[in-house]
């Protein structure tokens, strides 16, 4: 009844209203002769078609949607060259930059220019650009509160050396180096004090993001090494900052004597910010810094605080990315207010945002301007400047400073990489009109080059300067136990994990040794994070191994390529088994979906490939995503893969035989009857042992170990009742692989699952 009542009251308003206006939309017609309009809105005219499409073809080019026709398309490819450049080991900031520049004159516009001009009109820019600064506003506030000032404070010393002489040594090549291109590159008008200081400065900036992302992403994060370059990274970045603060009032004055009202003012900002604005937002951020508290007029706040910061340095005349990052740098210490802040703003400013600034500088780069050999050889000579500056600069002074020659390379390599923050120089010294578009292509290709050199740099460092000990040694330093490595991707399955790692050892935890490793993309994790991050997610597992009174050893690390990290891992140090989680989804993984950062039904192209050449099926239902599959097939020792549905402890396990290839799953049946006095039946699906004595012998004698605990299952088929009465179902990889793949009906009934692949 009620349901009826409400349809009628449907029917009623929406048919009533309706009549209304329809009557109120008849008499409105009755008031166009008094403005003498003759065409109404139902008069039928032979341009009707042509007006919609003259409307359409104008909201095509309205400036709203062409804005977020070229924020898709940026987004896309950005994202697209990021992920390519993962894969090779490269930070994903070279792709992106990549990326602005294959958008821009340099080949989109060279060799599609009718598709450049529709994308990219040049009424367009000012609001790229103008959204472009926005993010870089924010990274700039998020690149300030990632660094540590009380790390600055406690190591200071080696650090300030080294850091200063990584400034000064290329800075005063860069002069020397504007002394011979002044005349030929040098826009019209530029004073060579303003060219020869902005040429400075852009050969000694350091890119303190990617350089702390290539830290984490090669363990050094806890290392000597590693602390002392990110040390040299931030005391780098803030003097870098304040120099090109300075070099921004000198270029606007026009000298440095008329500069020197702009720098007085600079400095009392400077000290505003460091003796108010500082204390009071300490208070305040102590007051909130936890998630719940962090409101959204807090959060205000502090917006306000970098947003005034950004204003002001821009009126004193030293750019508003200074007052964002001033802005940063003073925000309250604590760790977890740090990292919430940065959490909310990174993905907006990172994804969103960011990538407008490398296409709007991929614009400006016209790399068809270098077209003769000479200009070549000069941008040859500006990169050859640049790293022996940077390069040699840095690694002197960190072997002065008593670094050995290792260390010394690696903090010269780190220190080399320029990446997002030279842009951000340029950019500003393209705006000031001091960089020519020829300088400025020159420049922009030595910010790539000396990024992308960073990380075949440190190889061949480590190459020929190995580490007297691995951190590989550590993990197999101990013989004669049974190692098993954990690899968990959540707190939740660390701990199922373990519980399965413990069924195999609990008799004799003192033979034992787990290892939990956890990995985490490092492009979701910054400074202040990381170690957050490692607590949390090591937290419940640490508390599951005390009550189960079994000794875990921790492993943490960011990393691009998580499956191969894990590969890695468990072939260098000597482990007996590999645990892993089950994958969600067979999509997981693909392609496209790494690349937009979602899980989608799309086709890896990688297997279309593999079953065109005949080496895998296109929908291989086995529930495996590509990361399982890649560690499979590159790992050397067996590997375990845990589907978690409950079940724990495993009192009744069943272990069905399809072959003789199955008899080293009885190994671990063997230790999972023994640790935990499980009763164990193994099925004998397709008389495999009753065809063969030798093969029903072994069999027979494991069951010896454990009388009581076993039973063998003669000629028996996967009925759904012997598997609703297990807790664990044991099975060989390829025989669970061939079972789904064969949709068998008894795969709806099954209990947790260990899969062994030997």
Known sequence: MKRFRNILFYTITIVGFSILMFQVFRQGRHLEVEKRITVGLDTPSASSLQGFVDNLLHNVTYPLAILLLQIIAIIVVARIFGYLFRKIGQPSVIGEI??????????????????????FPVSSLPNLQFLSQIGLILFMFVVGMELDLNVLRNKAADAIVISHASIIFPFSLGVG???FVYTRF????????????????AMSITAF???????????LSKTKLGAIVITCAAADDVTAWCLLAMVIAVVKAGSIYSALFTIVMAVGYVLIMLKLVQPFLKRYGAKYSDKESLSKPVVAVFFITMLLSAYATEIIGIHALFGAFMAGVIMPAN????SLFIEKLEDVSLVLLLPLFFVFTGLRTQIGLLNEPYLW??????????????????????RFTGQNWRDSLSIGALMNARGLMELVVLNIGYDLGVLSPE????????????????????DLINYFFPEKKTEGESLHSSSGRYKILVSFSSPKKGVSLLHVANSLVKKNPAQAEITMLHLSPSNELNQYNLEEYERESFLPVEEAAKKLRLPVTK???????IDSEITQTANAGHFNLLLIGFGSSVFEGTLLGKILGFTTKIINPERLYDTITGKEKLFDSALFDERIKNIVKSTRIPVGIFMDKGGLPFRKILLPIFSISDSFILIYAQKLMQNNQSQLSIADVSGAVRQNPEFQSTIQSVGQTAPGLFSLLDDVVMIPELLKDSDLLLISYEHWKMAVEAEKEWLSYIPSVLIIKP
């Open 98 to 119: 990549l990326a602005g520049i294959v958008l821009g004159p340099s080949l989109v516009g060279m060799y599609w220019p009718e598709f450049s001009a529709f994308l």
């Open 177 to 179: 180096l504007s002394y």
């Open 555 to 561: 492993l943490f690390k960011p990393s691009v390529q």
């Open 335 to 338: 760790v977890h207010f740090r």
């Open 439 to 458: 300088i400025f292509a020159m420049l922009v290709l030595m910010a790539l080059t000396t990024t992308f050199m960073t990380g075949p740099a440190l």
């Open 377 to 398: 050889k000069i941008c040859a000579l500006i990169i050859l400047v640049a790293v022996v500056g940077k390069f040699l600069g840095s690694a002197l002074a960190a």
């Open 186 to 201: 040098a826009p019209a008008n530029v004073q060579f004090l303003s060219f020869a200081l902005f040429i400075g400065i």
């Open 209 to 219: 993001p990617v350089l702390a992302r290539i830290v984490q992403e090669r363990g």
